[in-house]
C-alpha cells in the first residue's frame, strides 16, 4: 500500500511586519533585562495581525476574540488556497481536511467555517485539533496520515493558524516578556496524498511517532487569568525542548534502523535561538542542516503551530534531494510532547 507523500506546501502572513525594536515600543519595557529578550533573539521582524495605527495594548478579551476570528479565518483560508492551486487541486477534490491553531478559539471551528469558504465538498471529513500547542500542525498531519492509510485515494489537506498576537498579556512576569520577543502570526498549510505521480515532488512521510513526558506538565501552556491567555514559559523549556528532539530523532530513526548520518534534511520547530542552538549540539548537526529552522526564525519568529510548516517549506524551497534521502521532522508542545514524522525523497 503506497503511503502518504508531500504534494505541497504554502505559508501567509499578516500585511504587517514589526521590527524587534518596534515590538519592543509596543510592549513597553525599558528595562535592560527585558530588553535583552528582544535584542537577543536572532529574529529580525514578524508578522501580527495587528494595524499599527489602531492597535492598543488593553484590547479586551472580547476584542482579542473578534481579531483572532477575522485573522485565522483570513490567514487559513489564504495558505489553504496557495497549497491547494500549487497541488494542482480543486477544493472539491479535498477528501479529508485537518485544522489546529492553540491561540484562539471558533465555535463552530476553523475547519467548518472553511469548508464552504473554500468550496469543499459537503461530505469532507475534518478534525480540529485545539489546545495542542506549538506541536499540533504535526499532530493535524498525523491524523490525515491516519485517513490517507484507510482511504488511499483520498486527498488531504492540513492547515495551522496560530495568532499569538491574541494571546497577549503585559504583566512583570519575565516569561511574559520572553514570550512577546519571540511569538508571531502566521499560517502554513499542506497537500498530502498517495499519489505518487513524477510531478509530487515532495518527500513520503514514512511514519510518524509521537513522545510525552507528562513530569513537565507545567513548564509551558497557556492560563486563563480573567478570561485573557497569558502564557507559561519555564526557562526549562529549552532544556527539555532539546532534550526531547534528540530522544524524538532516535525513534524515528530506530524504526528504519537508521544512524544520524544517515538524515540529510532536519525539519526542527523553531523554538527559539537556545533550543536550536542545544538541538544542534545534540544531534549533532552541520549548521546547514539547522538552517531553514534558524532562517524562519529570523525572518518570522516563533509563530506556534504554524512554524514547522513554514521550516518544510523553506527545506523544500532549498533541497537537492537524491531519491532515497531521509528527514526528520519534529514539533515541540505542552504536555511536554514532541510530535514527529520521518521522511523520504
Known amino acids: 500500500m503506497p503511503l502518504p507523500k508531500i504534494t505541497a506546501v504554502a505559508t501567509a502572513t499578516p500585511v504587517h511586519r514589526f521590527g524587534q525594536d518596534d515590538l519592543l515600543r509596543l510592549a513597553g519595557y525599558a528595562d535592560a533585562r527585558r530588553r535583552g529578550f528582544f535584542e537577543a533573539s536572532d529574529i529580525e521582524g514578524r508578522h501580527l495581525f495587528i494595524d499599527p495605527a489602531t492597535f492598543r495594548p488593553n484590547e479586551s478579551v472580547d476584542e482579542l476574540q473578534a481579531r483572532f476570528a477575522r485573522g485565522s479565518i483570513e490567514l487559513g483560508e489564504t495558505a489553504a488556497r496557495r497549497a491547494l492551486d500549487a497541488a494542482g487541486w480543486r477544493a472539491d ?25 473554500l468550496g469543499c465538498r459537503p461530505d469532507v471529513q475534518r478534525v480540529h485539533v485545539g489546545d495542542t500547542g506549538c506541536a499540533s500542525a504535526v499532530v493535524a498531519l498525523q491524523q490525515a496520515w491516519n485517513h490517507l492509510r484507510a482511504f488511499p485515494g483520498h486527498r488531504a489537506l492540513v492547515l495551522a493558524v496560530e ?25 502554513g498549510a499542506l497537500a ?10 515532495g518527500p513520503t512521510i514514512v511514519s510518524h511517532r509521537t513522545l510525552f513526558r507528562s513530569e513537565h506538565l507545567p513548564v509551558m ?14 526557562k526549562d523549556v529549552r532544556r527539555i525542548s532539546a532534550s526531547m528532539m534528540r530522544e524524538m530523532a532516535d525513534v524515528l530513526m530506530d524504526d528504519q534502523g537508521l544512524k544520524r548520518e544517515d538524515v540529510r534534511y532536519w525539519v526542527l520547530h523553531s523554538a527559539g535561538r537556545r533550543v536550536l542552538d542545544r538541538a544542534g549540539e545534540l544531534l549533532e548537526l552541520a549548521p546547514e542542516q539547522t538552517r531553514a529552522s534558524r532562517t524562519v526564525l529570523r525572518h518570522y519568529g516563533n509563530m506556534s503551530s504554524a512554524t514547522i510548516l513554514f521550516v518544510l517549506d523553506e527545506t523544500l524551497r532549498a533541497a537537492t534531494p537524491v531519491p532515497g534521502e531521509w528527514g526528520v521532522m519534529i514539533g515541540l508542545g505542552p504536555g511536554f510532547a514532541a510530535e514527529g514524522a520521518l521522511l523520504r525523497w
Open 93 to 117: 477534490d479535498l477528501d479529508f481536511l485537518a485544522t489546529t491553531t492553540c491561540t484562539g478559539r471558533l465555535t463552530p471551528s476553523l475547519d467548518a467555517r472553511l469548508v464552504g469558504r
Open 221 to 234: 501552556g497557556f492560563e486563563y487569568p480573567g478570561g485573557r491567555p497569558r502564557v507559561v514559559l519555564s
Open 163 to 187: 495568532l499569538c498576537s491574541t494571546a497577549y498579556f503585559l504583566d512583570d512576569r519575565l516569561e511574559s516578556a520572553v514570550a512577546h520577543a519571540i511569538f508571531a502570526d502566521g499560517a
Open 192 to 201: 498530502l496524498s498517495c499519489d505518487h505521480a513524477p510531478s509530487a515532488t
